[in-house]
């Protein structure tokens, strides 16, 4: 009944999201049409992956060597189905719904309707919120979506291209989209303009929702100088129509009742109704402290099933800042969602709100100001997910308010040894949370074994990596040394950084030497460096990457050690601190040199020597990336879907 269009010029991590939602949501007969326009080798070999288990009579993929744009994509593909219905979907959109039936009911209970469109967060006329509301996920906000809209089909005279499905019949009538319009912007508008002149309606499913990420492929500088070229050719031919038209839609507004309950502070609470705690804020006050000093105050707490609906997950974190551990949290939500469950963050404490920028986020927090306003105002759960070693405190004090509720403890770090001799207590009390909850995921088998003597059940789930960014672009500068600095953290070792630089340059001036980070930019520094800075986007952490050969790492410990697997992952020879659970993924001599965090000259010559032993360099590069691909997202979020449904939720 449909056939469904799906442009693509790289960003592999949306195109995997988008079409692994279509094949999820498909509930009527479709093929799928992708046109590969002229990506990467790296985005064309991940295609060929996504497609493999995908029966042959489900799919085309259509290969350009040459980039054609988007519109020579889109009409090339449409022509070649044959199913009444043609979808046309942005790589970096994604579907969170029964969309199919949804349009088959709209198509067939109004014959005169040409195009619908979705509502998003990312639309030109359609959009209800520029960002996903506070406390929903993709899921939640779908289905307030549902129950707010009213499924009149509201006239919307301009359809957003995101999301466009068309009578095939009117696609053909009207040769498709216009090619003039290059690679794209506005040719859909043009489409519509064309529609209506034909007598054919353009309308909003207003129950419908779909997620649009925005710009998933045009970089700024080419998207900018196609959109005022487009929009001067469109407005050429049909400025007084369409300035008519947008002050009708204007002006009888039919989706503003969604988007001012949607934007609206507190939204979740008015449209999700969460069920009152029965804790005041004193008594929850209480409940912590009684935690942290009754060394009896609670047994290891276990998981309770859920079975006749699908489970409400929520991961507890005191702050939310860019951090390895914060993104690695951000990421497995993120995986949950896309398999179904419902999934979200809770946050009591500073937020820095750019992190949702930092991949596509399929979610947005419940923000609360502190632990009080947390225990007292978090709706409920089927279970809570503390992340660090405070925050197991607040999760076995919500407990007492909420017998029913499941609790597990995502362990990052052995976070007693985060404190020195001064803040004891501190220490004491960090390691006194691993006796809290039953079941404990790690990441390796160094934090597995330190947490064994403390009870319950621990699961090893590895981190998850996004490899769809970080990936080999052939861009290597042989001669950059690229390394993290934070002098704020006595961890990361800055001094000794500093000092290894310095030795570098003062024995090989030619090589060039690279930071990113934060706190460093104001020091002066005794050698000529390039700054990164802080690098808000793990696409901007690729590029730096990309650019460099060596990644040095000289910090004095890793829990993990994310930025070494990601250099793997980039086909960057790494030199890496050998303390820590670093060593799970790092083998030295295999895959890079470890070195020890405090000897100066032997982490200078391990530089030297992977810099002028191309055989060495060589080596390291391709076995560490083979090693980077066994840490994929996708694997993460599977391993983790896969342990809570033996607990008993199922997505």
Request: aromatic residues 10%; neutral net charge.
């Amino acid at each position: 009944m449909f056939d469904i269009v799906i442009p693509v010029h790289n960003a592999m991590q949306h195109v995997r999201a988008c079409v692994n939602a279509v094949f999820r949501h498909a509930s009527q007969p479709c093929h799928l049409y992708i046109v590969d326009d002229a990506s990467d080798a790296y985005t064309r070999g991940e295609l060929l992956t996504l497609l493999k288990d995908v029966p042959k009579d489900r799919y085309t993929l259509i290969r350009h060597e040459q980039n054609q744009g988007y519109l020579q994509s889109v009409n090339e593909a449409a022509r070649l189905g044959g199913n009444p219905y043609v979808v046309l979907l942005n790589s970096d959109a994604m579907v969170v719904n029964d969309f199919m039936a949804r349009l088959a009911a709209g198509f067939s209970g109004d014959a005169s309707i040409g195009v619908i469109t979705a509502v998003s967060n990312w639309a030109n006329w359609t959009r209800i919120c520029d960002q996903i509301p506070e406390g929903f996920n993709v899921h939640q906000l779908s289905d307030a979506v549902a129950r707010l809209g009213k499924r009149k089909f509201p006239e919307v005279f301009n359809a957003s291209g995101f999301f466009f499905a068309v009578r095939r019949e009117l696609f053909e009538a009207l040769d498709g989209f216009d090619e003039a319009y290059g690679e794209g912007y506005w040719e859909e508008t043009d489409f519509c303009m064309r529609a209506l002149k034909a007598g054919a309606r353009v309308v909003v499913d207003d129950q419908l929702y779909v997620y649009h990420y925005g710009w998933g492929s045009f970089q700024e500088a080419g998207r900018n100088r196609q959109l005022d070229v487009n929009q001067e050719r469109f407005m050429a031919r049909w400025n007084r129509p369409y300035r008519s038209l947008e002050k009708r839609w204007q002006r009888r507004a039919p989706l503003a009742p969604m988007t001012k309950t949607l934007s609206a502070e507190g939204a979740w609470r008015k449209v999700m109704k969460p069920a009152p705690t029965k804790l005041s804020a004193k008594e929850a006050m209480q409940q912590l402290a009684s935690l942290k000093t009754d060394l009896d105050a609670a047994p290891l707490y276990d998981v309770t099933p859920v079975k006749e609906r699908k489970p409400r997950i929520l991961y507890l974190l005191p702050g939310m800042a860019l951090y390895g551990g914060i993104i690695s949290v951000l990421q497995v939500v993120n995986q949950l969602i896309l398999r179904g469950y419902d999934a979200n963050i809770a946050v009591y404490g500073e937020v820095d709100a750019s992190l949702y920028e930092h991949f596509p986020c399929y979610f947005r927090g419940y923000h609360f100001k502190d632990e009080a306003a947390l225990m007292t105002g978090l709706p409920d759960c089927d279970l809570l997910v503390a992340t660090r070693w405070d925050t197991a405190f607040v999760a076995v004090a919500m407990k007492a308010a909420r017998p029913e509720m499941g609790l597990a403890y995502f362990v990052q770090d052995y976070e007693p040894d985060f404190y020195g001799s001064k803040q004891a207590e501190l220490a004491e009390q960090a390691a006194r949370s691993y006796r809290l909850i039953r079941h404990k995921i790690v990441k390796t088998h160094w934090l597995a074994r330190k947490l064994a003597p403390y009870g319950g059940e621990i699961h090893r789930i590895p981190l998850g990596l996004n490899l769809d960014v970080c990936h080999d672009h052939g861009t290597m500068h042989p001669m950059q040394i690229l390394a993290l600095a934070r002098p704020s953290s006595e961890r990361r070792n800055f001094p000794m950084l500093r000092a290894v630089y310095l030795e570098l340059y003062r024995r090989r001036p030619d090589l060039k030497l690279a930071l990113y980070g934060d706190g460093y930019e104001h020091m002066p520094l005794p050698f000529p460096c390039h700054s990164y800075g802080k690098l808000s986007s793990l696409e901007a952490v690729a590029a730096a990457l990309n650019e460099s050969a060596v990644l040095l790492d000289v910090s004095t410990f890793q829990g993990f050690g994310r930025p070494g697997l990601e250099a793997m992952a980039c086909g960057v020879a790494a030199v890496l601190t050998r303390e820590g659970g670093i060593t799970q993924y790092a083998k030295h001599g295999y895959n890079c040199l470890l070195i020890n965090p405090h000897a100066r000259d032997a982490i200078v010559e391990a530089v030297l020597r992977v810099i002028d032993d191309n055989a060495l360099r060589q080596r390291l590069v391709g076995h560490g990336y083979t090693t980077a691909q066994a840490y994929s997202l996708e694997a993460e979020g599977e391993r983790t879907a896969t342990l809570f449904r033996a607990w008993g939720l199922e997505a």
